[in-house]
Nanobody, 123 residues
Framework: QVQLVESGGGLVQDGGSLRLSCAAS????????MGWFRQAPGKEREFVAV????????YYADSVKGRFTISRDNAKKMVYLQMNSLKPEDTAIYYC????????????????WGPGTQVTVSS
């Protein structure tokens, strides 16, 4: 079992940067693919990025490719999402999640979820 808690959200101006962190607990953290999802008001949850067990493979949604970077530190049981060149449309609650499914972009494949952290980008 894995418990996840996100942090690092906040209010930032258009073009700014934020770094989200996800702290995990549980002995099998390194066995999971870790993903970031987001949900804006009135919209469905959407995939943002996922990283493999070793950190050697990453996949991104087209909307964030080139602006966001996902990384992990298995020794610290942490996952990060560096977000640069933020836009107002990036405003959402961001969730960290864990899956055993290879590189999945579907939220239904993720078993463990954090409570989320709010990111607001002002224009």
């Amino acid at each position: 079992q894995v418990q996840l808690v996100e942090s690092g959200g906040g209010l930032v101006q258009d073009g700014g940067s934020l770094r989200l962190s996800c702290a995990a607990s549980g002995r099998t953290f390194s066995s999971y693919y870790m993903g970031w999802f987001r949900q804006a008001p009135g919209k469905e949850r959407e995939f943002v990025a996922v990283i493999s067990w070793s950190g050697g493979s990453t996949y991104y949604a087209d909307s964030v490719k080139g602006r966001f970077t996902i990384s992990r530190d298995n020794a610290k049981k942490m996952v990060y999402l560096q977000m640069n060149s933020l836009k107002p449309e990036d405003t959402a609650i961001y969730y960290c999640a864990a899956t055993v499914s290879y590189g999945s972009r579907s939220g239904t494949d993720y078993r463990y979820w954090g409570p989320g952290t709010q990111v607001t980008v002002s224009s």
